[in-house]
């Protein structure tokens, strides 16, 4: 049961290092979008470092969005969805590699290039590790909560407007308690309360998320 | 008919509707081991609704399918170890070789075989020297070869086999018949759809899904 985990992960491990092109998307919209905010406003030190939380994180989640198509649309196009789910395997550990996989490709560099980008907006020193700490709990919440948008929407044409719609309410409460715990650490204030936050919701999107969507899945297959 | 051999797949009454149209209405299949049916029917008549049905991806709009006496949505461990689906999408990512599509295959049905193996099927089904082609390289009709392959190797006792004739040429279609054949004489069972015909040199029952006629349709709003 644990191989068929495994070997989903390194199959779309390896298809995405195939195609590395793609690869590189989000993390240059990322990388583009917080580098032009400091170009489009008048840059005083003190404004970009006001301005730093809620710039990177919206960044962040706007990168995930724009990537989600990507966890179960080739799949959906080419059958192979219909094969994982005439898996003896349970559908749910399956869309968990998926989505494990989809963060490693998508989450995980945002997340490691973030201290960088904290650096251009100007973000003092010791709150880094704070950004690093809040995007690496937040951004695996927006891959399993998109995942779910994503198993519904797959089979419409041009879902992408719908996709948002579905996913982006669900992102809210994310976006504003990661952003909100920079701006407070920035202040020299206690951020445990924040970070317990975005692991109770990590906790709880691991937990159901998947179910979500393999049943979402299997709707979206017996159209 | 008699009842000779094991039952292992059955439906019970069931019903398909599609956009508001009935395909077909109080169908009851009955498939033992060793046996061959074919699914008739012109474009549109229901035969891949009907395929998904028996396998589970689509929910039957009445009526249940039936795994060795259990419905196969309870027993779903069970039949999904001993059934293998082909649809007519091609499954295989051109970015992977053949060997790896294989592998992913086989994966998902918690399956592993060994190199050898491997390139055993692949000789069978004519793609010898292509393990390491990407199969983004190969001809449509090489891309369902290495399904034949992959079929041969899925160790599955019930073959579901979606239009399998597409794309394939002539002796591409020889040797799926003669696969089949194998497969039933090792004391499989294979369901296809075909509107091309197809002259198994096997004893092979066919089901014929056709227009329901239209006093059906009217009783059956007159129903609801």
């Known amino acids: 049961m644990f191989n068929a985990f495994s070997h989903l992960l390194i199959r779309d491990l390896r298809l995405a290092l195939r195609a590395r ?75 968990l590699a998926k989505v ?124 | 008919m008699t009842m000779a051999h094991n039952m292992m797949l059955s439906t019970e009454k069931l019903v398909c509707v599609r956009d508001d149209r009935l395909l077909f209405r109080d169908l009851d299949i009955e498939l033992g081991e060793a046996e061959v049916l074919q699914i008739e029917g012109a474009n549109g008549s229901g035969k891949t609704s009907l395929l998904r049905i028996l396998c589970g991806l689509r929910q039957a709009d009445e009526g249940r399918v039936l795994w060795q006496g259990e419905d196969i949505h309870r027993s779903r461990d069970e039949y999904y170890s001993a059934m293998v689906y082909i649809g007519h999408l091609p499954c295989i990512k051109g970015d992977l070789t053949t060997e790896e599509n294989i592998r992913s295959l086989l994966d998902t049905r ?36 290495i399904l034949l392959a992959f079929l041969l190797l899925a160790d599955a006792s019930l073959w579901i086999l979606d239009e399998p004739l597409t794309a394939l040429d002539v002796r591409g279609v020889a040797l799926l018949e003669q696969m089949i054949v194998d497969h039933r004489d090792a004391g499989g069972s294979v369901i296809f759809t075909t509107h091309h015909g197809m002259q198994l040199p096997c004893e092979m029952r066919s089901v014929s899904l056709g227009v329901v006629p239209r006093a059906d349709l009217d009783m059956d709003d007159a129903d609801v």
Do not use: C
Request: without cysteine; aromatic residues 6%.
């Open chain 1, 21 to 95: 092109h793609e690869l590189a998307n989000p993390l240059i919209f990322f990388v583009l979008v917080v580098s032009l905010f400091p170009l489009a406003v008048t840059p005083t030190p003190e404004l970009l470092q006001e301005m730093a939380p809620g710039v990177i994180w919206v960044s962040a989640l706007l990168a995930v969005l724009l990537s989600l198509d990507r966890l179960f649309k080739q799949d959906y196009d080419d059958g192979s969805l219909d094969q994982l789910m005439l898996s003896p395997n349970p559908l749910v550990l399956l869309v």
């Open chain 2, 110 to 145: 918690s399956r592993s075989a060994a190199a050898k193996e491997i390139d055993e099927a692949l000789n069978k089904v004519g793609l010898g020297g292509y393990e390491d082609v990407p199969s983004k390289a190969l001809s449509s009709g090489q891309r369902r070869r």
């Open chain 1, 100 to 223: 494990l996989a989809h963060w490693l490709l998508t989450g995980l560099p945002l997340v490691l290039i973030s201290p960088m980008l904290a650096v251009f907006m100007n973000v003092p020193a010791d709150t880094i590790p704070i950004i690093v700490l809040s995007l690496l709990l937040g951004t695996p919440v927006l891959s399993l909560i998109g995942a779910i948008g994503v198993s519904l929407t797959v089979a419409v044409n041009r879902g992408g407007v719908l996709l948002s719609l579905i996913v982006l309410p669900l992102y809210i409460p994310i976006l504003i308690f990661g952003a909100n715990a920079i701006d407070v650490a920035a202040d020299g204030l206690s951020v445990k309360g924040q970070m317990y936050f975005l692991a109770a919701v990590l906790a709880l999107s691991l937990s159901l998320a998947p179910v979500a969507t393999a049943v979402a899945l299997r709707i979206t297959a017996s159209r």
